[in-house]
C-alpha cells in the first residue's frame, strides 16, 4: 500500500476527531485530496475495503436477534419507504433529466434504478455513527439496524434476480447444515481462549465459514458473514468476541471511506446531479420519520432513527454498477452517485452528533406525527416510587444493585436497554425494566428531575454515559450522579462534565481485591493477622 495513503488518511481522520468529528468524514475528504493528486485505489484498498464490510456485518450479526425482523416497523416499513421513494424519487429525476439534457437516452427504467439505489442507507456509516454515540443498543439503534439488514437483503434478492445467476443447489444443503452445526461454531467459540484465538476464531467464521461458503454456493459474501454472525450472536462469548474484533474491523473500514472518495471522479455535470440528489436527502429522511410513527413509535425514536438513516449507500453504488453493465444507465451517473454519497456522509456527521440537541426544541411538533397506542418496547412506567436508579444492568451494574438494593430495600430500580438483558433479569425477580438514560422522553414522562436521589451511569462505552450525562444537564436533574470509566482520560473527560463522583473500574479494581483477600485473610487465619497488625514494623 502507498505510505501517502496511510499519511493523509491518518492526517485527515485526525483533524476531523480533533474538530469533534467522526474520523471516517476525515477519511472521506482524504479519498477526494488523494484523488486529486492522481492517487488511485486499486485492487488492495478494494480489498482491504471488502473486508471492512464483511467483518462489519458479522458483527451486527453477533448482535442482531431474527425475531427482531419480523416486526411491522422493521419489515413493512423499510418495504414501503423504498416503494414511496421509488415513486417519488424516479419521476423528479426524469423530469430534471429531460429539462437539463440535450440527449434522449435517458428513459424511465434509468430513473427508477437510480431511484432503487438512492432508497438504501449506508449500513457502513449508520454503524459507526450508533457506535461512536453510544447509541448501538437504543430502540432506535435497533430500529435502525433492522431497517438496514432489511434493506441489505432487498438489495441482495435484486442483485440475484438481475444477474440471472441463481445460487447453487447446494444452498437447500448448505443453510441447514449450518443451522444444524450451531453447536460446534459454539464449541470452537468456547475452546478458543480470550486472546488472539478469539479474534483469529472470528476471522476464521466471518472470513472463511461465512463469506467463502456463501461465494461458493452462489450467495453474496457479506449476506454469509451475516449469517454465521446471527448464528453465533446466541453465545456467551459472542460480546466478547465482537470487542476482539472491533478495532480490526475499524481499521479495514478506513479502506472503505477512502474507496469512496477515490472513485468520486469530479466532473461539473457530476457535481450538479450529485447537488440536486442531495437535495432528495430531507425528503428521504422526513419520509422515514412520518412512516416510523405510524408503527407506533415515539416521535424521538423515529427521528434518531431517521436521522442514522439519512445517508446514501455503497450498495446503491452496487445496484447502479449492475445496471450500468447491463445498459440500462450511462457510467457517469457512477460518478454523481459516488459524489452524492460522499456528501451525505459530510452531512450526516454532524447531524448525528446533533440529533438529539436539534430534537429538543421541535420536539412538541414532532410529537404532533405519533400515533395513538404504545409500542411494546416502549417507556417503562416508575410505579414504586424508587429513588435510586441504575443504567446499564452489566456485571458492573448488576453488582451495583445488589449492594444499593441490600442497603436501600425497595428504593433501587434497574434500567437497561438490551430487551434480551432485561428479560434476564426480570426471571430472577430483579427490579429491572427497559429504558434508555440517553432518552430525553424518559426524563420528560417517567422520571422527572425530582423523582430521583441518585442515577448510577454503568453503561459499557465511555460515549453512552457522556450522552446520557448531557441529557440529565439538559433536563437540570438535581440528584447526585455516579458515573464509571475504565481509563483514566475518560475518568478525567467525566469530571470535567460536572459529575458528582467519577470511578475508575480499573485502578479500584485492585483496591477492592486487596479489600477481600485482607478479609479472607483475617478470617483464615486470625492469629497471624493480629499479630501483625500489633507489630507492623517487625514485618517491613
Not at 277 to 301: D, E, N, S, W
Request: net charge neutral; with cysteine.
Amino acid at each position: 500500500m502507498d505510505f501517502v495513503l496511510l499519511a493523509i488518511a491518518f492526517v485527515f481522520g485526525l483533524l476531523s476527531q480533533q474538530l469533534r468529528l467522526p474520523p471516517l468524514v476525515g477519511f472521506l475528504l482524504a479519498g477526494f485530496v488523494l484523488q486529486l493528486m492522481g492517487k488511485e485505489g486499486g485492487e488492495t484498498i478494494a480489498a482491504v475495503s471488502d473486508l471492512g464490510v464483511t467483518l462489519l456485518l458479522f458483527s451486527i450479526g453477533l448482535k442482531l436477534r431474527p425475531r427482531n425482523l419480523l416486526r411491522p416497523e422493521i419489515w413493512s416499513g423499510t418495504s414501503l419507504h423504498s416503494i414511496l421513494l421509488i415513486l417519488l424519487f424516479a419521476p423528479l429525476i426524469y423530469g430534471v433529466a429531460w429539462l437539463v439534457s440535450s440527449t434522449t437516452d435517458f428513459d424511465w427504467r434509468m430513473a427508477a434504478l437510480l431511484a432503487f439505489s438512492l432508497s438504501f442507507s449506508s449500513t457502513v456509516f449508520a454503524i459507526k455513527a450508533l457506535t461512536e454515540n453510544g447509541d448501538l443498543g437504543s430502540m432506535h439503534g435497533r430500529v435502525s439496524i433492522g431497517i438496514l439488514v432489511m434493506q441489505d437483503i432487498i438489495a441482495v434478492l435484486f442483485l440475484t434476480a438481475s444477474t440471472g445467476k441463481m445460487p447453487s443447489p447446494w444452498v437447500l444443503v448448505a443453510i441447514p447444515a449450518l443451522i444444524f452445526a450451531r453447536p460446534l461454531l459454539g464449541w470452537l467459540l468456547s475452546r478458543s481462549g480470550h486472546g488472539e484465538m478469539l479474534a483469529l476464531c472470528g476471522l476464521f467464521l466471518a472470513l472463511v465459514v461465512g463469506a467463502k461458503g456463501f461465494d461458493v454456493i452462489g450467495l453474496k459474501a457479506d449476506l454469509g458473514a451475516l449469517f454465521i454472525g446471527i448464528l453465533v450472536g446466541y453465545h456467551p462469548r459472542a460480546s466478547e468476541l465482537r470487542k476482539s474484533l472491533n478495532h480490526i474491523t475499524d481499521l479495514f473500514l478506513v479502506g472503505f471511506f477512502l474507496q469512496i472518495g477515490l472513485e468520486g471522479s469530479l466532473s461539473w455535470n457530476g457535481f450538479f446531479w450529485a447537488l440536486f440528489l442531495l437535495l432528495l436527502l430531507p425528503i428521504k429522511t422526513l419520509g422515514l420519520f412520518a412512516l416510523l410513527t405510524r408503527f407506533r413509535l415515539r416521535a424521538r425514536t423515529s427521528w434518531m432513527a431517521a436521522i442514522s438513516l439519512s445517508t446514501y449507500s455503497e450498495f446503491g453504488l452496487i445496484v447502479l454498477s449492475l445496471g450500468v453493465a447491463k445498459g440500462w444507465a450511462g457510467s457517469e451517473w457512477i460518478v454523481a452517485l459516488a459524489l452524492v454519497l460522499s456528501l451525505s456522509f459530510l452531512v450526516a456527521a454532524p447531524l448525528n452528533r446533533r440529533a438529539e440537541w436539534l430534537y429538543d426544541p421541535i420536539s412538541d411538533f414532532l410529537k404532533r406525527w405519533e400515533t395513538k397506542g404504545r409500542h411494546r418496547d416502549d417507556l417503562p412506567v416508575i410505579e414504586n416510587g424508587e429513588r435510586i436508579a441504575i443504567f446499564g444492568m452489566g456485571r458492573v451494574g448488576m453488582a451495583v444493585y445488589h449492594v444499593l438494593e441490600q442497603r436501600f430495600p425497595g428504593q433501587v430500580i434497574g434500567f437497561d436497554r438490551d430487551p434480551a438483558s432485561v428479560e434476564e433479569h426480570q426471571e430472577e425477580e430483579r427490579n429491572v425494566k427497559l429504558a434508555d438514560a440517553t432518552d430525553s422522553d424518559f426524563w420528560e414522562r417517567v422520571c422527572p428531575a425530582d423523582d430521583l436521589d441518585l442515577a448510577v451511569l454503568a453503561m459499557p462505552t465511555h460515549s453512552a454515559n457522556v450522552h446520557a450525562i448531557e441529557t440529565l444537564k439538559r433536563h437540570e436533574f438535581h440528584g447526585v450522579v455516579a458515573v464509571c470509566g475504565t481509563f483514566p482520560e475518560e475518568v478525567r473527560h467525566l469530571r470535567k462534565l460536572g459529575v458528582d463522583t467519577a470511578f475508575n473500574l480499573y485502578s479500584r479494581a485492585g483496591a477492592g481485591f486487596a479489600n477481600h483477600v485482607v478479609s479472607v485473610f483475617g478470617q483464615q487465619r486470625p492469629d497471624l493477622a493480629m499479630q501483625w497488625n500489633e507489630e507492623p514494623d517487625s514485618k517491613s
